[in-house]
């Protein structure tokens, strides 16, 4: 049974920073597809991060240079380190595993999700 377990989210402030952890058990992280996206109140979800099998990273046009998608093999955990937050970064955001397209794959493994709140 596939498990993605988010944590790391709650309040900052603007130009702060979070750390989000996806814990992955009943899959290998290094050898599939991984992807952080998010999903704002009356928003549709998307993908704001990806690392695939091969450790190749994307990002989405709106958070390069602030985000960085990382994993740890040794724990099956992936991060997203979020910098600089904006309160548009206020979302929802999900964990997931598979394909990780741009739009978001019903067929994909779905953490529950954790909240993050940027405040200005």
């Known amino acids: 049974q596939v498990q993605l377990v988010e944590s790391g989210g709650g309040l900052v402030q603007a130009g702060g920073s979070l750390r989000l952890s996806c814990a992955a058990s009943?899959?290998?992280?290094?050898?599939?597809?991984m992807g952080w996206y998010r999903q704002a109140p009356g928003k549709q979800r998307e993908l704001v991060a990806r690392?695939?099998?091969?450790?190749?990273?994307n990002y989405a046009d709106s958070v390069k240079g602030r985000f960085t998608i990382s994993r740890d093999n040794a724990k099956n955990i992936v991060y997203l380190q979020i910098n600089s937050l904006k309160p548009e970064d206020t979302a929802i955001y999900y964990c997931s595993a598979g394909q990780v397209t741009y739009v978001p794959s019903s067929s994909d493994y779905w953490g529950q999700g954790t909240q993050v709140t940027v405040s200005s």
């Open positions: 690392i695939s099998s091969g450790a190749i990273t």
């Open positions: 009943g899959i290998t992280t290094r050898r599939n597809n």
